[in-house]
C-alpha cells in the first residue's frame, strides 16, 4: 500500500486522521512531509491495517534503536516497536474497537539495560471515503518527567505521608527527630487525619523497625478483654480461660506497641499502663509472676486529653506520662493545599487495584475537592477517589463521579456562569461537556442527546473551544 504522508491532515469531526488527493488539499497541506515529521522530537509510526509500517521518522527510529534502518517500510510493527502493549493490547486495535483517539497511554520499552516509559497517542488512519486504513502512532519519552515526579513525591513525603503543607513538613521534620530514640509519642488529630500512618512511620524509620510492630483499638474492646489483649491471662483468670495467654505488651517486646483512642482505656486500665511506662514491667490477670518488657509506646486518640485530665476522666499522671512527645495532626480542610498531591497518590493507588488507567481529574472535580471540608479528613478523600473511579469510564475524572453529597448543586453552576462575561454561552459549554462524558465522547450519541445534527454539534465545540486533549475532561 503506497501512502503519502504529505496529505495526511488532522479531523477533529471524526476523531482520526483522513487521507485527501492533492488536487483537493488545502494549498498549505502540500509540503515535504519528511521535512516537517523528521524535525519532531516525537516519534511518528504509521501502521497499515495489517500491522506493517508504513511510515518511521527519525524520532521513532532513534526511539526504537533503528537510526541505521533506512527501510523499514513493511516490516510487522511488533517486531520493531514491542512495547509493553503490543501483546497485551494493540493500540491500534484499541483505536479500530472505540473508533477514538488514544490519549498519554504509558506503555514500556527495554533500551539497553535500562526500561524507558512512553507516552503513545494513537488515531486512525482514513481515507477519502472515510474507512480506516491503518493508524498513527506517537511516541514521546517520559522517563525523565516520571524521574521528576518521583523525586518530588520523594521530597513531600516520609514513610508514606504525604503532604507539602508547612504544618506537615514540620511534623516530618520532628518524625526525623523522634524515630531514632525510645521516646513515648502521643499522636492527637481529628478521626481519619492518618494517626496510624504516623505511627507506622515512627516504628519503621525505627532501630526497631525489624522487631514487633503492635496495633490494637482500645475503643472496640470492652474492659476485662482489653485488659486481658494488653496484658495477657493466666490459666483459670476468669470463666473461659482455659490456658494461658500471652498480651500484646509481651508479643511487642524489643519492638513498639500502638494503642489507638488512648482516652477510652478504664480508670483501673490506666494504672496498669503507668506501671509498663514507668517501670517496663507487669503482671498477667490473675497472675503474680512479673513479666519485664522493653517496648516503645506510642498512643493516639481524637478526644482532647487535657480536658479529660480537667474533669476527672484521665489521670494526669499518665497523660503527661503518654505526652513525653506530642504530635498534633492538622485536619484536611487546614492543609487543603496538600489535596492535589493526595488524589494522586490515590489515583496512582487505585490504578493498581482497579486495573485502570485514570490519569488526572478535570479543573472542575479540583474545584469541588478543594472547596469541601473533608469532615471524615484524608480518609473521607480516599473514599470519594475510590468512588470515583468505580464510576468513571474515561481517564479523567469528573465531578459528576463523586459522591452527591459534595457535588457541586446546579444552582452553583449558574452562579458560577453568571459571573463570566457570557452565562449563556458558558451553560451551553458546560451541558455540552456534561453530555459529552455521558457520551463516552460518542459525537453521534451526544448530538442525539441534544436533537441537532452531529455538524452542528460539532461547529458547536468549535465556537466554545471544547477540545478532549484540552478542556480537563477525557
Not at 155 to 163: D, H, P
Not at 241 to 266: H, N, P, V, W
Not at 342 to 359: A, C, D, E
Request: hydrophobic content about 40%; some cysteine; overall charge neutral.
Amino acid at each position: 500500500m503506497n501512502v503519502k504522508i504529505a496529505y495526511v491532515y488532522a479531523n477533529k469531526d471524526n476523531g482520526g486522521f483522513k487521507m485527501i488527493r492533492p488536487e483537493i488539499a488545502p494549498k498549505e497541506v502540500i509540503i515535504n512531509s519528511d521535512t516537517i515529521l523528521n524535525s519532531l522530537t516525537d516519534g511518528v509510526v504509521v501502521i497499515s491495517n495489517s500491522r506493517r509500517i508504513l511510515y518511521m521518522n527519525s524520532a521513532a527510529k532513534e526511539l526504537f534503536s533503528r537510526a541505521g534502518d533506512e527501510n523499514m517500510e513493511g516490516k510487522i510493527c511488533r517486531e520493531v516497536i514491542h512495547h509493553s502493549n503490543c501483546s497485551l493490547c494493540c493500540l491500534m486495535a484499541a483505536a479500530v474497537k472505540t473508533g477514538e483517539v488514544i490519549h498519554n497511554r504509558e506503555v514500556f520499552i527495554g533500551k539497553g539495560d535500562k526500561t524507558v516509559t512512553l507516552s503513545v497517542n494513537a488515531a486512525l488512519l482514513r481515507d477519502e471515503k472515510d474507512d480506516v486504513i491503518g493508524a498513527v502512532e506517537i511516541f514521546r519519552d517520559i522517563s525523565l518527567l516520571k524521574e521528576l515526579k518521583q523525586e518530588l513525591r520523594d521530597k513531600y513525603s516520609f514513610e508514606g505521608i504525604i503532604g507539602k503543607n508547612y504544618k506537615i513538613h514540620e511534623i516530618y521534620e520532628l518524625l526525623q527527630e523522634v524515630a531514632p530514640t525510645k521516646t513515648t509519642v502521643l499522636i492527637e488529630g481529628e478521626s481519619g487525619t492518618g494517626k496510624e500512618l504516623i505511627a507506622n512511620a515512627i516504628h519503621h524509620a525505627s532501630p526497631r523497625k525489624d522487631k514487633p510492630f503492635i496495633k490494637i483499638n482500645c475503643a472496640a474492646l470492652a474492659e476485662g478483654i482489653l485488659e486481658s489483649e494488653l496484658f495477657g491471662h493466666v490459666k483459670g483468670a476468669f470463666t473461659g480461660a482455659i490456658a494461658d495467654k500471652a498480651g500484646r505488651f509481651e508479643l511487642a517486646d524489643g519492638g513498639t506497641i500502638f494503642l489507638d483512642e488512648i482516652s477510652d482505656i478504664t480508670p483501673h486500665t490506666q494504672v496498669k499502663l503507668l506501671r509498663v511506662l514507668q517501670e517496663s514491667e507487669f503482671e498477667k490477670v490473675g497472675g503474680t509472676k512479673t513479666i519485664k518488657v522493653d517496648v516503645r509506646l506510642i498512643t493516639a486518640t481524637n478526644k482532647n486529653l487535657k480536658a479529660m485530665v480537667d474533669e476527672g476522666k484521665f489521670r494526669e499522671d499518665l497523660y503527661y506520662r503518654l505526652k513525653v512527645m506530642p504530635i498534633v495532626l492538622p485536619p484536611l480542610r487546614e492543609r487543603k493545599d496538600d489535596i492535589p498531591l493526595l488524589v494522586s497518590h490515590f489515583i496512582s493507588k487505585f490504578n493498581r487495584q482497579m486495573g485502570k488507567n485514570i490519569t488526572d481529574v478535570s479543573t472542575d472535580a479540583m474545584e469541588t475537592l478543594l472547596e469541601y471540608n473533608y469532615p471524615g479528613n484524608i480518609r473521607e478523600l480516599e473514599h470519594i477517589i475510590e468512588h470515583a473511579f468505580v464510576r468513571c469510564s474515561g481517564d479523567i475524572i469528573l465531578p459528576e463521579h463523586f459522591p452527591k453529597d459534595i457535588q457541586k448543586p446546579l444552582q452553583d453552576l449558574v452562579e458560577k456562569a453568571i459571573k463570566t462575561e457570557n452565562p449563556f454561552e458558558a451553560l451551553e459549554k458546560e451541558t455540552i461537556l456534561r453530555l459529552l462524558e455521558e457520551s463516552d465522547w460518542k459525537l453521534k450519541n451526544c448530538a442525539d442527546k441534544l436533537k441537532i445534527s452531529r455538524t452542528t454539534l460539532w461547529r458547536k465545540m468549535k465556537q466554545l473551544g471544547i477540545d478532549r486533549g484540552k478542556s480537563g475532561k477525557p
